[in-house]
């Protein structure tokens, strides 16, 4: 079979072209194949783009030669060479630069009516499909998909990485839509640190990306960033709290593990307005450890005193602490570190165990009283249906930080590297990646 594909063109002053844009012959191809296969398909694209652009250049140009003023022509000064990128092909067009016209005095002798348009030498779409790419795979892997599936030119990974720089940059500079109705409850943030690789010349081991997710009632949105290479990471939280509807008076909820600098970063944002809460998780988890260790201690057979000494105290802790009863639990505590204190210091055949146990409460305690603040009634808010934990940080830990970053893969990042991939892969995670956001307003 023999295909011979025809563009007709009607331009907005009605004029009609046609162009044959080529033709191919499907018959000696395999019987077992059917239809158009990717290469020709992308062929094809290629060369429909090709003829579109050319149309669109030569009818934009036509459009600008009479001056919208007086009705007089402006001359053609020169042609210039433009490359653009496409997602269907890189092309080289010629475009004309006119003359500007004498009843316009005082600006500049010429008029690029592409100026604007060929300023960043890619389309929109390609740079967002580009970034949005390489925030969900490696570089070199995002330059491979695009290469497989469209008629573009061919990728570099540096391309595929500096377009998301500028993509990350636009989502920075973007204003938040606007909110039109002020949430119910303030916004209640989730917040938590993943470490990933950091690039030698660093002089260290890893960088901090901060990620989370802020949350109302019936919408959320996912953040990351490195403190390092934000430009202000205050004003970009601010502007996701904004876009969630907060009325920047009542004070936002932030859950965290006990790292200060975590909260800090929105009490930045918000001028302090935060109410933090100790994520429940990290509080239960050394509390496991403290009763691990102490029960360990007290079932040993050669345990010199009654068990009711140790095991009183530590069977109420959780739920002392659960019950925000904060005073009683680290009473308790401080028993249980005076006792067995006493039995590694006078006890030889229980002295290990009970130094561990010691230490794992002093631990707890010290967490405790480092975070006195931020210790709530969480039965209460439990059953209220508030958060009490940050698992759906953690979640965005492994979205945002591991599933790009993470140690198990073997690239290693600059602070600035990290920070765009955080930011564009958030932005893509939660859809919000768009070639609106990405396009320079003309
Ligand atoms: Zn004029």
Redesign the pocket.
Known sequence: MDVRIIVETTSGTGEKRTEELCSLSLTDQCHSELGLNLEQGKAILSQLQGSILRHQIEEISAASRT?P??G?SRFVHDYRTRVLDTLFGRFRLKVPRRRK????KGQSELLSPFAQVLRDRVTPELRMLQAELGARHSFREAARILETFLPCAKQQNTTVRNRLGKVAKDIANAQPPICDTLSANPPTVFIDGAHIRCRPEYQKRHLDVVVGKIETHDMCRRFGLAPQAAPSPAAQLRRDLDALGWDGQRPVTVISDGEAALPNLIRGATNGKIKHILDWWHISMRVQHVETAIKGLVQRKDFPATTAILMTPVETLRWNLWHGKIQVAGTHLQWMMFDCARLAKYRLAVRDQAQRALARCHDLHSYLASNMGSLVNYGERYRSGLPISTSRAEGCVDDIGNARMGKRRRMRWSPRGAHNVAVTRAAALDGRLTVSNTTIAA
């Open positions: 001056c003023c007086c007089r016209c004498s009843c316009r």
